[in-house]
């Protein structure tokens, strides 16, 4: 049982380029979430997702895009890459709404 | 609004015990969450009490939960190396479709 699986593990983007992070679930839940994490301030939400072909902003959504095509998948995308956007990228996902997350093992992003 | 606060950095002695502290602003908390983070990991739920319980034990594990002060405290005991991680403190809010996630505090367990 995978779990939640991430792609790539690691990247390293120059400013203005565009990426697309991978999440993957095989546990048949709904809920899907992007998380940064970034050194003394804890995980913040970027974007969720409450249900295939749905998606909805978390705390720090700008600059960040999303898609949730298939209910095993969700996509992070960047579309011109800045370096405050520099940072650990995980992926989670959970059966229903105020129950424990099942996280990926993280993508670490660096933009030059 | 919704935050969490935690202390950074936490040392204790292999054997002893371990506090890691936690409070909370929202006081319609459904759940409150203690996650682990090993190096080069994602978090993995370690335990989590229910808003209307005061503790809850699991092994060496206990969660002592303070609603009033809106406290949250995990206690590991007879702490190992092997303990050596980040501690998430987290909450989810009635009703919403968030956690909300401290900090962390990273525990060094020296031997």
């Known amino acids: 049982n995978a779990g939640v699986t991430q792609t790539p593990k690691f990247r390293v983007l120059k400013t203005g380029q565009s990426m697309t992070l991978l999440c993957a679930q095989d546990m048949n839940h709904e809920y899907m979430y992007w998380y940064r994490q970034d050194p003394g301030m804890g995980l913040r939400l970027i974007h969720y997702?409450?249900?295939?072909?749905?998606?909805a902003k978390g705390e720090v959504p700008d600059g960040y895009n999303v898609s949730r095509l298939k209910k095993q998948n969700f996509l992070l995308g960047l579309e011109s890459a800045a370096p405050s956007q520099t940072s650990v990228y995980f992926c989670?996902?959970?059966?229903?709404?105020?129950?424990?997350?099942?996280f990926g093992s993280g993508t670490q992003l660096s933009v030059l | 609004g919704e935050d969490v606060e935690q202390s950074l950095f936490l040392s204790v002695r292999e054997g002893d015990s371990s506090v890691i502290n936690c409070t909370y602003t929202?006081?319609?908390?459904?759940?409150l969450y203690w996650y682990k983070q090993e190096p080069g990991a994602g978090l993995q739920l370690l335990t989590y009490i229910f808003s209307n319980m005061d503790m809850k034990q699991d092994q060496r594990l206990t969660v002592l939960l303070n609603k009033k002060d809106k406290h949250l405290s995990l206690r590991i005991a007879d702490t190992q190396t092997g303990d050596s991680a980040i501690y998430f403190c987290?909450?989810?809010?009635?009703?919403?479709?968030?956690?909300?996630f401290g900090a962390g505090t990273r525990l060094f367990v020296k031997a």
């Open positions: 997702s409450v249900g295939e072909g749905t998606t």
């Open positions: 929202d006081s319609s908390s459904t759940y």
């Open positions: 989670a996902s959970s059966y229903t709404t105020n129950e424990k997350l099942f």
């Open positions: 987290a909450e989810s809010i009635t009703g919403g479709f968030k956690t909300i």
